[in-house]
Nanobody
């Protein structure tokens, strides 16, 4: 099992930055893929960014060049650095860990004001 705890969300003005953190309850070294989804009101949950155990990353087209996903294996933590934030980035952001079973965090709210 893996427990995931997100932090770092909040309210920011358009053009600003936030860094989300996702702390795992055990080593993430062997987890196939970790990353972030988001869900805005009235919309489906969408993949924002993912990173594999080999360090390969992928991003939604809407965040490429603005968001960066990274890991710190020593801290069992995944980060999402979000720059140049836009109002359309407003959503609840969920951390996930894909193993044989998929695990999810509780979500953290990101609100970008115009």
């Amino acid at each position: 099992q893996v427990q995931l705890v997100e932090s770092g969300g909040g309210l920011v003005q358009a053009g600003g930055s936030l860094r989300l953190s996702c702390a795992a309850s055990r080593s993430i070294f062997s987890i196939n893929t970790m990353g972030w989804y988001r869900q805005a009101p009235g919309k489906q949950r969408e993949l924002v960014a993912g990173i594999t155990s080999t360090g390969r990353t992928n991003y939604a087209e809407s965040v490429k060049g603005r968001f960066t996903i990274s890991t710190d294996n020593a801290k069992n933590t995944v980060y999402l650095q979000m720059n140049s934030l836009k109002p359309e980035d407003t959503a609840v952001y969920y951390c996930f860990a894909a193993t044989v079973v998929n695990y999810w965090g509780q979500g953290t709210q990101v609100t970008v004001s115009s």
